[in-house]
């Protein structure tokens, strides 16, 4: 099993800028959750999903951020405009429903 | 709401040492619970998880950790460490309610080995 992967691993960007991160989960897994990670807030739960429908989005910031899920394998999450408050470690989890998530990698982000 | 609390921000210890991080709890009932170590540059791996039955849970790499249901803690032992323990560790709490998948962590407490 691959995991759950995420591309791409490191990101720089100007603010401004639109970013896109990207989340394959594990096959098989039907909850997909997007996290952020920093110093000052710990790791934070940003939104997640069940079979493809965002269920919770409670912990997305602001309206610059949005995540879809077309289908199974896939989930993005944008940033559109990118600040440099943004700058942060992404994670994507992934999960069968048995509240055990299996997390990627990370993607971290600069926002300069 | 659930909560978690992990009182120790930054331990160290002396490889070979015993170790134990605390973690404690709010929430309304039992729980699920679980322990996750984030290695630098990486992501969050499962030590072990706590659902039911009994309250002292084996997890990997020689991990366990105790339900203490009176003093709402899951405390994380293991009786020898390694150099390769260093790392983040993150307690979590998720509930026992049916479609909600949500968990919610701790700040983390970083462990720092010595030779």
């Known amino acids: 099993d691959a995991g759950v992967i995420q591309s791409p691993r490191h990101e720089v960007t100007e603010m401004g800028q639109e970013v896109t991160l990207r989340c394959k989960p594990i096959s098989g897994h039907d909850y997909l959750f997007w996290y952020r990670q920093t110093m000052m807030r710990g790791l934070e739960l940003l939104i997640y999903f069940n079979n493809n429908v965002p269920i919770d989005d409670s912990g997305m910031p602001e309206d610059r951020f949005s995540a879809k899920m077309p289908n199974a394998s896939f989930s993005t999450l944008k940033i559109q405009p990118s600040e440099p408050r943004d700058s942060a470690v992404y994670f994507c989890a992934s999960s069968t429903g048995d509240s055990i998530q299996y997390f990627g990698a990370g993607t971290r982000l600069s926002v300069l | 709401a659930q909560s978690v609390t992990q009182p120790d921000i930054h331990i160290t210890v002396s490889e070979g040492a015993s170790l134990e991080l605390r973690c404690n709890y709010s929430?309304?009932?039992?729980?699920?619970l679980f322990w996750y170590v984030q290695s630098p540059g990486q992501g969050l791996q499962l030590l072990l998880k706590?659902?039911?039955?009994?309250?002292l849970v084996q997890g990997i790499k020689g991990f366990e950790a105790e339900f203490k249901r009176s003093q709402s803690s899951f405390n994380l032992r293991k009786p020898s460490v390694h150099w390769s323990d260093a790392a983040e560790y993150f307690c979590?709490?998720?509930?026992?309610?049916?479609?909600?998948?949500?968990?919610?962590f701790g700040t983390g407490t970083r462990l720092t080995i010595i030779p």
């Open positions: 929430y309304g009932a039992t729980p699920y």
């Open positions: 706590y659902f039911s039955g009994d309250t």
């Open positions: 979590a709490v998720g509930a026992r309610n049916f479609g909600n998948e949500k968990l919610t």
